[in-house]
């Protein structure tokens, strides 16, 4: 049984950083593409990292570049998201998401096979 779990969030000042980890278990993350997204109150969920199975190649999503790095330690079977410099905007519910069949990658919820149940992060003005 597949079971990603994250933990991590929390209540942060603007400015502030935070870090997010998301263990595996039931898959071997490093032979699989990885990311988190995140889903504010009323919005749809969106793509914020992602890291493809070898971990040399990183994507990011516009709004997070340069603030946010996806990370694994493979002896661990975790990701990590650091998110520094977290503005308001933020907020959200974050989850890490993992894609299992190739073929079928996007960094799009869609192209995801197995999620956790999220963490939230909230950022106070």
């Known amino acids: 049984q597949v079971q990603l779990v994250e933990s991590g969030g929390g209540l942060v000042q603007a400015g502030g950083s935070l870090r997010l980890s998301c263990a595996a278990s039931?898959?071997?993350?490093?032979?699989?593409?990885v990311a988190w997204f995140r889903q504010a109150p009323g919005k749809d969920r969106e793509f914020v990292a992602g890291?493809?199975?070898?971990?040399?190649?990183?994507n990011y999503a516009d709004p997070v570049k340069g603030r946010f790095t996806i990370s694994r330690d493979n002896a661990k079977n975790t990701i990590y998201l650091q998110m520094n410099s977290l503005k308001p905007e933020d907020t959200a519910v974050y989850y890490c998401?993992?894609?299992?069949?190739?073929?079928?990658?996007?960094?799009?919820?869609?192209?995801?096979?197995?999620w956790g149940k999220g963490t939230q992060v909230t950022v106070s003005s």
């Open positions: 890291s493809m199975w070898s971990g040399l190649s990183t």
């Open positions: 039931g898959l071997t993350l490093p032979y699989y593409a």
């Open positions: 998401a993992a894609n299992t069949v190739r073929a079928r990658l996007s960094w799009s919820p869609r192209g995801m096979d197995y």
